[in-house]
């Protein structure tokens, strides 16, 4: 079965640190462009960060900028989203994805994060709460 399992999430204090990985099975890595999301109640799923196949290039949303880092470990076929300095706006269930892209626009991901509709796979979503 082919899948990603996110882990690592729960409740954390203002200013604190959390890191969310995400496993795949069934499948390698290798070959995909993985992006993080996040969705808190009542609101829309916002994209957090995403990440080359290789590695070599990242993006971030502007909400997360400086306290969120995305890497990846392809020999263990897994992602890691760190997140320090936590803010109660950062509460949501955060969702991993993968994205078979093409070469020419894996290259743009500095950029741009691959869209919605450009992922294969997708999570089943780690809580992540915010709160003193």
């Known amino acids: 079965q082919l899948q990603l399992v996110e882990s690592g999430g729960g409740l954390v204090q203002p200013g604190g640190s959390l890191r969310l990985s995400c496993a795949a099975s069934?499948?390698?890595?290798?070959?995909?462009?993985i992006g993080w999301f996040r969705q808190a109640p009542g609101k829309e799923r916002e994209g957090v960060s995403c990440?080359?196949?290789?590695?070599?290039?990242?993006n971030y949303a502007d909400s997360v900028k400086g306290r969120f880092t995305i890497s990846r470990d392809n020999a263990k076929n897994t992602v890691y989203l760190q997140m320090n300095s936590l803010k109660p706006e950062d509460t949501a269930v955060y969702y991993c994805a993968a994205a078979p892209l093409p070469r020419k626009r894996m290259s743009t991901i500095q950029a741009r994060c691959p869209e919605g509709y450009e992922y294969d796979y997708w999570g089943q979503g780690s809580q992540v709460t915010v709160s003193s």
């Open positions: 990440i080359s196949a290789s590695g070599d290039s990242t």
């Open positions: 069934g499948f390698t890595l290798d070959y995909y462009a």
